[in-house]
């Protein structure tokens, strides 16, 4: 499975970002996508994801952040609302399945307060 994370940028405090991740290859044995980030010094930690039916939120962007899927173009998106300077870092595209874990390259994120 490869993943293509796109839609980084810069943007101000309070302002909005859409990512993009677009799965492609043995996509048939994804059960589940989601995103992380990893800001400067810190470790990666989840911000949404889709798992089975459900769908889970990091707290710090729950009510904010919006995650969907485009199942006919194999995507997933990231809507960001809101955004604070703490929203700054690389956000990675995760998928999992049968076949074990992948990751997308990441893309940047930066908050300007």
């Known amino acids: 499975v490869q993943l293509q994370a796109s839609g980084g940028g810069l943007v101000r405090a309070g302002g909005s970002l859409e990512l993009s991740c677009e799965a492609s290859g043995n996509i048939v044995s994804v059960r589940g996508m989601g995103w992380y980030r990893q800001a400067p010094g810190k470790q990666r930690e989840v911000v949404a994801s889709?798992?089975?039916?459900?769908?889970n939120y990091g707290d710090s962007v729950k009510g904010r952040f919006t995650i969907s899927r485009d199942s006919t173009k194999n995507t997933v998106y990231l809507h960001m609302n809101s955004l604070k300077p703490e929203d700054t870092g690389v956000y990675y595209c995760k998928a999992v399945g049968l076949l074990g874990s992948f990751w997308g390259q990441g893309t940047l994120v930066t908050v300007s307060s």
């Open positions: 889709f798992s089975g039916g459900s769908t």
